[in-house]
């Protein structure tokens, strides 16, 4: 489970990633595909408004961290996506290190070292939850 201070400092990050949430995807997305372009054919169907799904999700979580049960229905619903189009466990980091790298570039000063390892746990909590369930998914069929 993510520490009480973890949680606490996400739910005080989230206006200012609500603010900023679509430069922060816009930026991940700049910094996935330059560093690792291999990813780049799993979103060639992609719409044109996935940094603002992204960045939809990224708030949604951030706002319900403390409840995440609240998430199941629509954690399962992209676990199905990425499962379908092919996403597996060692992207994760992947997309880990350019979020939070996009998160850091464009919340600049204000994102202490301290709210920043707050965000690293906190993606690699939900990436785990993500995982896990789509390797169930992927071998189980369900
Ligand atoms: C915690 C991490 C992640 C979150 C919160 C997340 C969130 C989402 C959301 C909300 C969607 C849209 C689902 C829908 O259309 O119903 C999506 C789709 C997708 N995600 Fe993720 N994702 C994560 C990790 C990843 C990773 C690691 C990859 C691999 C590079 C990835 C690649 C994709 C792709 C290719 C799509 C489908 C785009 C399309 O064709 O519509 N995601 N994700």
Request: with cysteine; charged share 20%; net charge neutral.
């Amino acid at each position: 489970m993510l520490t009480e201070s973890t949680v606490t400092i996400l739910k005080a990050t989230a206006p200012a990633v609500k603010q900023h949430g679509e430069l922060i995807a816009g930026r991940m997305y700049e910094l996935l595909f330059s560093k690792y372009p291999q990813v780049k054919s799993l979103f060639a169907k992609a719409p044109q408004n996935q940094p603002q799904v992204l960045a939809r999700a990224i708030i949604t979580y951030c706002e319900n961290v403390d409840n995440l049960d609240t998430l199941t229905g629509a954690l399962d619903r992209i676990s199905r996506k990425h499962v379908a189009i092919g996403v597996t466990a060692d992207h994760y980091p992947l997309v880990g290190e350019c979020l939070l790298q996009a998160i850091q570039d464009v919340l600049g000063a204000a994102a202490t070292p301290e709210i920043m390892t707050s965000w690293k746990e906190a993606f690699f909590f939900l990436a785990g939850v993500m995982i896990q369930r789509e390797k169930a998914l992927a071998t189980q069929n369900v």
